[in-house]
């Protein structure tokens, strides 16, 4: 309570007013005859003392509360004594400070339970299994939660939508919905990635009123999988009837033949039942690639998290495989740096990748010839190489090595016991790894098929 020229003319209007009343009734008998000047003053200045000592009075006390409400403000009123040296007057200070102490604590207890609330909400936000979007004007992203910070693979998502997200269909939804346009109920569109994933788009608006800006609920949902799985069933039957029906038909035929003329010829029998065993593991070796495949493409998005050592994994396959190297009078040569090549994938599928590789080099390298398994290193990444001293390969024939079913020679592949979908899964599951394969091939000299995995940190 500063004082002041405008405290002074505040004071002369509380006095007046005090005295008002009375010099009113002197004045009346004044008119009267009854109350000369000199009483007339007398009185008025009676009065005006007295409400001069109670506004001098109000304003100290006023001061007290102020500083006692000061204190207030960081620590309990009823903890605030009254050193100030106020005395009991005419304003109900304590009374005051009281209600104010009650008010505190309900004030308190409702910031303390919306906190709570607020703090759920966030925990159960980012509990969230889909990415969720809260989007202001100008397509801003206000907030994230958890999920949507690992799809889009960043720590903070700020700024406007189109940094992470630019089809156009979604981007007119946003725009349209701002506007108070309604909302389209579904929006599928691909977000870029390692792998292209397939999502569809949920728009909710919070508007209450009708002049209020809305803020918009943008929630995904990750169809990639089930796509995949949809488009998988559909190839599945495309290959599989292609390549089961050679196969089958020669099934049947040795069947009629072996029931029809050959029904007493043991000689025939040994024959066709020799035949018979060849196709039929040839279709069990068709339907377990195709359903290793499956497998791999739908995880395929999701990178593996373990350790990997590969001098491990190499030895492993080499040992497998040797015997088999041996029947072909050709040899497995591991190149190994000395040091620790350790990489973050899957054990059982990286075996996989590089069993196929090196029965691949023994199957079409030449006649008593070496194959080389050689790892190198290069920055963060370990470069992992199959090389065999065949035939080699086209280069017209490269680009298309890992689509399913393709052969480069289809009689030499069906003969040597290929179903062609070898290298399909091999690129699938490099890609689940975050790598790449890398295929050289010299006519008249060999090939060479490079993995490059990322090595493992920490």
Request: net charge neutral; glycine share 6%; with cysteine.
């Amino acid at each position: 309570m500063s004082s002041g020229p405008g405290n002074f003319w505040r004071m002369l209007l509380f006095i007046l007013l005090m005295i008002s009343p009375l010099g009113l009734l002197l004045l009346l008998l004044d008119l009267q005859g009854g109350v000369g000047a000199k009483d007339y003053a007398l009185l008025l200045a009676a009065v005006a003392m007295p409400a001069l000592f109670v506004y001098l009075r109000m304003m100290r006390e006023l001061r007290t509360v102020a500083r006692r409400m000061e204190r207030a403000a960081v620590m309990s009123p009823l903890d605030v004594t009254g050193t100030d040296g106020a005395r009991a007057g005419l304003l109900p200070v304590d009374n005051l400070l009281l209600a104010m102490e009650q008010y505190r604590r309900v004030l308190q207890h409702m910031l303390r339970e919306t906190q709570r609330r607020q703090d759920e909400t966030a925990l159960l936000f980012d509990l969230l299994p889909d990415p969720v979007l809260v989007l202001g004007r100008g397509r801003q992203i206000n907030r994230s939660n958890a999920a949507a910070k690992r799809f889009f693979h960043v720590e903070e998502m700020g700024g406007e939508l189109t940094r992470f997200i630019r089809h156009p269909a979604l981007l007119k939804a946003v725009d349209a919905a701002e506007e108070g346009q309604a909302l389209h109920e579904r929006i599928e569109f691909t977000v870029s990635d390692v792998v292209p994933r397939h999502v569809a788009g949920y728009l909710v608006s919070l508007k209450e009123e009708e002049n209020a800006e809305a803020d918009l609920i943008l929630t995904l949902h990750d169809l990639t999988e089930s796509r995949r799985m949809q488009q998988m069933r559909v190839d599945f039957i495309a290959n599989a009837s292609h390549e089961l029906r050679t196969p089958l038909a020669i099934l049947v035929g040795a069947l009629e033949t072996l029931v029809g003329p050959a029904r007493n010829d043991l000689a025939a029998h040994e024959r066709f039942f020799t035949m018979m065993q060849t196709q039929t593991t040839r279709m069990s070796q068709l339907v377990n690639d195709l359903l290793s495949l499956s497998q791999i493409e739908i995880n395929e998005h999701s990178r593996p998290t373990g350790r990997v050592d590969m001098a491990r994994l190499l030895t492993g396959v080499a040992d497998l495989l040797r015997a088999k190297a041996v029947k072909l009078e050709k040899s497995i040569r591991l190149d190994l740096p000395e040091r620790d090549v350790i990489v973050t994938g899957d054990f059982d599928q990286l075996t996989q990748v590089f069993t196929n590789l090196v029965d691949n080099a023994l199957k079409y390298g030449r006649e008593k010839s070496e194959v080389t398994v050689r790892v190198t290193i290069s920055g963060q990444e370990a470069r992992l190489s199959v090389i065999d001293e065949g035939e080699g390969i086209a280069e017209e024939h490269l680009s298309r090595l890992t689509e399913r079913f393709y052969r480069v020679d289809n009689d030499r592949s069906r003969k040597l016991g290929g179903t062609g979908l070898g290298l399909a899964i091999v690129k699938h599951i490099v890609s689940r790894h975050r790598g790449q394969l890398e295929i050289s091939s010299t006519v008249g000299k060999g090939s060479c098929f490079t993995v490059r995995l990322p090595l493992a940190t920490g």
